[in-house]
């Protein structure tokens, strides 16, 4: 089950780098006080991908493994991780 949660969150991870804008990532600063690190994803977006994923992981590996991946991408600093982290355990 670790290596499956591996696997995914390396999955994640490289898809939410490819998936962002470096643009609206900027923009996302605007609303933060503090230096925030973002992928530059749209709500909609992040949204739908959450959606996707969870149910991807929960069929293939069942809950306990995506409450695994979700706690792993909560640990993150970036904030398109620790959002998924969220919506994927909702």
């Known amino acids: 089950m670790a290596d499956y949660a591996n696997?995914?969150?390396?999955?994640i991870r490289g898809d939410l780098r490819r998936g962002g804008s470096p643009e609206h990532a900027q923009g996302v600063q605007r609303f933060?006080?503090?230096?925030?690190?973002?992928?530059?994803?749209?709500?909609?977006?992040?949204?739908r991908f959450?959606?996707?994923?969870?149910?991807?992981?929960?069929a293939?590996?069942?809950l306990a493994t995506l409450v695994e991946v979700a706690d792993r991408l909560f640990a993150s600093d970036i904030l398109e991780e620790k959002i998924l982290a969220v919506w994927c355990t909702t």
């Open 32 to 47: 933060f006080k503090e230096e925030v690190r973002a992928h530059g994803w749209r709500t909609a977006d992040l949204r």
């Open 60 to 62: 293939r590996n069942g």
């Open 50 to 58: 959450a959606r996707r994923t969870s149910r991807e992981i929960r």
């Open 7 to 11: 696997t995914c969150v390396r999955r």
